[in-house]
């Protein structure tokens, strides 16, 4: 699972950028600069994946970036989750059995999942392990 998605950057006849995202059409923003509107790029695609999450929708597989396109990362945290959310769908393991195998509460478990809740990345690396899941982290050279 890679949560790096390839944005588009139009630059606006008032001035700034509007940025788009192929894999998530819902998911527009703007900046008055490109470093503002890849930060805003960003954010909007964290709320994007968090809505997903919330509504039990599909987070759609990163695209191959077009030459024209920027890459935009989703905050690790959410990244995290996201990856959870997937890994539990795959599995069919429920909040019960993934409290079970983490020795945690029910609740505690439904909140590693809740994009809205923050978690820290070691549970959320147990997490993942316990639903057969390693997680690797790369990191790459800003553009």
Not at 24 to 46: N, V
Not at 63 to 70: F, K, V
Not at 72 to 101: F, N
Not at 114 to 133: F, N, Q, T, W
Request: glycine letters at 6%.
């Amino acid at each position: 699972m890679q949560f790096i998605y390839p944005a588009t950057l139009t630059p606006d006849p008032t001035g700034g950028f509007v940025v788009t995202f192929r894999d998530w059409p819902e998911a527009i923003t703007q900046g008055d600069t490109l470093d503002e509107a890849l930060l805003e790029a960003a954010d909007c695609l964290e709320e994007a994946v968090a809505a997903s999450i919330d509504d039990r929708g599909e987070i759609p597989a990163s695209s191959a970036r077009l030459p024209d396109e920027h890459p935009v990362a989703v905050p690790i945290q959410t990244a995290l989750k996201a990856a959870l959310y997937l890994a539990v769908g795959e599995t069919g393991v429920g909040p019960s059995e993934l409290a079970r195998r983490l020795g945690i509460s029910e609740k505690e478990a439904r909140r590693l999942v809740d994009p809205r809740h923050a978690s820290k990345a070691a549970m959320l690396e147990r997490a993942l392990l316990a639903v057969g899941r390693r997680l690797a982290i790369e990191v790459e050279k800003a553009a």
